[in-house]
C-alpha cells in the first residue's frame, strides 16, 4: 500500500496496532517505522533489516511530550539542550525509564525530532514514536525512492508512505552526553550535523 501526506491516518495507526511496518521519509532516505512497543512490529524490522534482534532501533518523534512518552525524564537538563537544536537531523542517546523493547540493553535509546516536516505531522496525527531504523537490509545502500522501498515491503502487512525521491547524504548525527548535560558531547556518528556544530550548540549555556 502506498499512503499520501493528506490522506487520512487511520489505515496506517490500524497497520501499526496490528503489529505491521511504514516505510518512512526522513531527511535523507527511508526508514523502517515500527510502534516501538508492539513486539511484532518490532520482530519484523528485524527480519527485513536481517539484523539481530535486540540491537537498538533509533526512533524519531514528532514532540518533546513524544520524546517524554519513550520514558525520558522530560525535566532532563539534556533534553532542555536537546530543545534548543531539534527539530534537526542530530540523534541523541538517553537514558529511558521503565521496559521500551527498542532500547538497549544498558536502558538507552538514541531518538530525535526530524528535520522533515511532513514526518513530524505524521507522527503527531499517529499520535505516537515510530522506529526510523534505515529501509534496507543490514550492509546494503540506503532506500531513496518510494518504489525501492514498496519492493523492499513486498509481502509485509505493510504500508509505504510517499515522500516522493528523498536527496540521500548522511545520515543524523548521533551524540551522547557524557558526565551529564555539562559534561562533554561525544559524536558518536558525525553526519548531516557537523561534530563541532553538534559540540557547539548542545554545550552552550
Excluded: C
Amino acid at each position: 500500500m502506498i499512503w499520501r501526506f493528506g490522506s487520512p491516518v487511520e489505515p496506517l495507526r490500524a497497520l501499526l496496532d496490528r503489529g505491521g511496518v511504514l516505510a518512512i521519509p526522513t531527511e535523507s532516505s527511508y526508514g523502517l517505522a515500527a510502534d516501538p512497543w508492539n513486539p511484532e512490529g518490532i520482530a519484523r524490522v528485524y527480519r527485513l533489516k536481517g539484523r539481530d534482534a535486540g540491537k537498538a532501533l533509533p526512533l524519531v518523534a514528532a514532540d518533546l511530550a513524544q520524546v517524554a512518552a519513550l520514558g525520558v525524564e522530560p525535566e532532563s537538563p539534556e533534553l532542555a539542550r536537546l530543545a534548543r537544536v531539534w527539530p534537526a537531523p542530530l540523534s541523541a542517546v538517553l537514558a529511558v525509564r521503565g521496559q521500551l523493547p527498542v532500547a538497549a540493553p544498558d536502558g538507552t535509546v538514541a531518538v530525535r525530532i526530524p528535520a522533515h516536516a511532513g514526518l513530524r505531522g505524521l507522527l503527531a496525527a499517529l499520535g505516537r514514536p515510530l522506529t526510523a531504523t534505515s529501509a534496507n537490509r543490514s550492509g546494503e545502500p540506503p532506500v531513496l525512492d518510494p518504489d525501492e522501498a514498496e519492493r523492499l515491503l513486498a509481502g509485509e502487512d505493510a504500508a509505504v508512505v510517499d515522500g516522493g525521491r528523498l536527496r540521500g547524504g548522511p545520515p543524523s548525527t548521533l551524540v551522547r552526553f557524557v558526565g551529564g548535560a555539562g559534561g562533554e558531547i561525544e559524536v558518536l556518528r558525525e553526519g548531516a550535523v557537523a561534530a563541532a556544530e553538534a559540540r557547539r550548540v548542545l554545550m552552550t549555556e
